[in-house]
């Protein structure tokens, strides 16, 4: 516990460089020359530098894409990879995202958990390293990007001049280790169809979702020629199976249902209440004519409300080590004549052209779409057994109670797509960080603990 000494000694020390990062308002943004994700972003990467120059470390700066700081006199085994830009600060917060505040024992500030506050830790954790007099067989390597929040083109540009040691982790998720995560696949559909402006029973547009990667709470649908009451009838009795709200009311044009649902990420879709598929469901149950209605009935088909694994569009594909592939419908528009949807999958390790691709692929056409794959990814895993692995879980336990256990994940961290590389902290277990919402937040004791496992893991790995 030599480590975690030595760091709570520092306690005081580590939350003023929190602090004064937390300050930088470092939003990644489209940026310049000289400054490619915004003035801001650069301030922080020229900041973190300035701590890694105090503590005696080589420091390289990547035409503001990246920053690295190295220690020790022999080639760099592992890489430590965090990010200095951080997400809007966004609505609802109780005290300046800026301006890093404490309250009983807790830090808040934009940043201080994504990904601002482990980039101090993997500084203050090479620094305890220094000062104990430990001795290194092998260099390591900081990795600090200003560009994670606006799609990781930042690392990209990084590995274009210079390659990632043999052994890399990311202080940039939750403990213990996220050493799998799912592929992506995601896919547009379009479709033409005739507008019947007559006025029998007909839908004249149907509208949902604006992100792809988020479960729609909201979606809207005009029909016309039927009674209201005959509609609330059919929501009564859906609402008491799906969960969604239905709401309606009377327009020049027909009746507008609005259909209300809960948002989650698309990589969890059965944490949230998906309004595009409840709606779809409604409306498919009501006795209406015209090709557009024809069309939603086929898309109720493929994306029946509830079915989160890829079951009905031919896709079910699991394995032990990273689950289900999930499949969201994310995004619809149906308006004059034209319709189009979005959906975005998580993929599986063994998902492929066989089992994924070609199933949904043949699916839309078949039932009359266009259909274009819009996003690829393949998987990202590495071996739980590997000896780099072990090291990271022995670490975690040494400070934390219980078994450490790999995870998987459906969503992405910095680290996809690096060979050898895995997410590792610094959210322990439980702790809700309200990373990229208001108030986010960290236990200093966490902070401290999880610096100690940093510091560990790089004395093991490195030594």
Same mark, same amino acid.
């Given at each position: 516990m ?8 520092? /306690? &005081? ?6 602090s ?18 915004? =003035? ?5 990467? $020229? ?15 990547? $035409? ?5 700081a ?25 005290? &300046? ?6 309250? $009983?024992?807790?830090l %808040?500030?934009?940043?201080?958990? &994504? ?16 000062e ?20 990781c ?12 040691p ?15 995560e799912?592929?992506?696949f ?5 479709a #033409? ?6 006025? =029998?029973?007909?839908?004249?547009s149907? #509208? ?8 729609? /709470? ?18 009564e009795?859906?609402?008491?199976n799906?969960?969604?709200?239905f ?19 698309a990589?969890t ?25 024809e ?17 009905s ?8 080590i ?6 969201s419908? &994310? ?10 949807g ?33 996003? /690829? ?20 336990? #040494? ?6 256990e790999?995870?998987s994940?459906?969503?992405?961290? %910095? ?8 997410a ?7 702790r ?9 937040q960290?236990?200093?004791?966490d ?10 893991a790089?004395?093991?790995i490195?030594?």
């Open positions: 030599e480590l975690l000494e030595y760091l709570s000694s520092k /306690r &005081d020390e580590i939350i003023k460089d929190l004064d990062i937390i300050k930088i308002p470092s939003v990644s943004v489209e940026g310049e020359d000289g400054a490619p994700y915004g =003035k801001h972003s650069a301030q922080a990467l $020229d900041f973190i530098s300035q701590i890694a120059e105090r503590e005696g470390l080589k420091v390289r700066n990547f $035409d503001n894409h990246v920053v690295t190295t220690y020790g006199n022999t080639p760099e085994k592992l890489g430590v990879l965090s990010h200095v830009d951080v997400v809007p600060e966004g609505v609802g917060w109780n005290t &300046d995202p800026f301006l890093m505040s404490e309250k $009983d024992g807790i %808040y500030g934009r940043g201080i958990a &994504d990904d601002k506050g482990a980039a101090v830790m993997s500084l203050w954790a090479v620094k305890a390293i220094k104990l007099g430990i001795k290194l067989n092998h260099g390591v390597r900081l990795i600090f990007g200003s560009g994670e929040e606006t799609g083109h930042d690392i990209e540009y990084y590995m274009t001049k210079e390659k990632m043999p052994f890399v982790f990311s202080p940039d998720a939750h403990f213990p280790v996220i050493n799998t799912k592929g992506r995601c896919g547009r559909f379009t #033409k169809y005739n507008q019947d402006n007559t006025k =029998k029973a007909t839908v004249l149907f #509208k949902g979702g604006k992100v792809i990667n988020v479960v729609p /709470r909201i979606c809207e649908a005009v029909v016309s020629g039927v009674d209201k009451n005959y509609v609330l009838d059919k929501i009795c859906l609402e008491k799906i969960g969604n709200i709401s309606v009311s009377e327009t020049d044009n027909g009746i507008l249902i609005k259909a209300e649902g809960i948002s989650a990420h990589s879709p059965y944490d949230g209440l998906n309004a595009v598929t409840a709606l779809t469901e409604l409306v498919v149950s009501l006795e209406l004519s015209g090709e557009l209605f069309i939603l009935k086929k898309i109720n088909g493929i994306f029946p409300h509830g079915d989160f694994f890829g079951k569009i031919g896709a079910f594909v699991c394995d032990d990273s689950g289900e592939s999930t499949f419908l &994310d995004i619809i528009n149906a308006e004059n004549g034209n319709i189009s979005e959906f975005d999958g998580r993929v599986s390790l063994n998902a492929d052209d066989g089992n994924t691709v070609m199933p949904i692929t043949e699916k839309f056409k078949s039932a009359g779409f266009s259909f274009e794959v819009t996003s /690829r990814l393949k998987p990202h895993h590495v071996d739980k057994d590997s000896e780099f692995i072990r090291t990271l879980l022995n670490n975690y336990e #040494k400070y934390c109670d219980g078994k450490a790999c995870k994940m459906g969503g992405f961290t %910095y680290v996809h797509g690096i060979e050898n590389a895995v590792f902290g610094p959210v322990m277990p439980g809700e960080a309200n990373i990229h919402g208001a108030n986010e960290m236990p200093i004791d902070i401290i603990k999880s610096t100690a496992i940093y510091a560990g790089i004395t093991d490195c030594r």
